[in-house]
């Protein structure tokens, strides 16, 4: 029973002795001046300038998991198409109930305003969002 994970473990011993020796070989073969030039921050050929904690819009990554929601159930949703007609009716209540649990998602995730790529109301608006108004408080003024 051993011998049959004998080239599996070779091959990994051999793995691993390159990972060791190539990173071996890197530490002398490599110069190791470092200087400030070569210790800075390279971004696209640009000077980094600021700090790299810089406050991200989150509706991005909102947006994308949503899409990766409703694209899996398209997924889901062909192949049980293909072969609905093999499978029955207990099939078809079960994907009935998958569709309004997606559903049930949708519509709450519409009425928090997540699908609005521009919201309109920036609790913390500085510069020239400070005084941005949505189209009902402008109509209220």
Request: net charge negative; proline share 3%; charged share 15%.
């Amino acid at each position: 029973m051993y011998n049959d994970f004998a080239p599996i473990l070779i091959l990994s011993g051999v793995a691993v002795a390159l990972i060791i020796f190539s990173l071996f070989l890197q530490s002398l073969l490599a110069p190791s001046d470092k200087t400030e030039l070569k210790q800075s921050i390279y971004e696209c050929g640009e000077e980094a300038v600021g700090s790299a904690w810089v406050q991200f819009n989150i509706r991005f990554y909102v947006i994308a998991l949503i899409f990766l929601i409703f694209d899996v159930e398209v997924v889901l949703l062909f192949p049980w198409a293909v072969v609905f007609k093999s499978i029955g009716l207990v099939a078809f209540v079960e994907m009935a109930i998958f569709l309004f649990i997606l559903t049930v998602g949708l519509v709450a995730v519409w009425r928090r305003g997540d699908l609005d790529w521009v919201k309109m109301t920036i609790p913390y608006g500085r510069g020239r969002y400070a005084n941005l108004q949505s189209d009902h408080e402008q109509n209220a003024a």
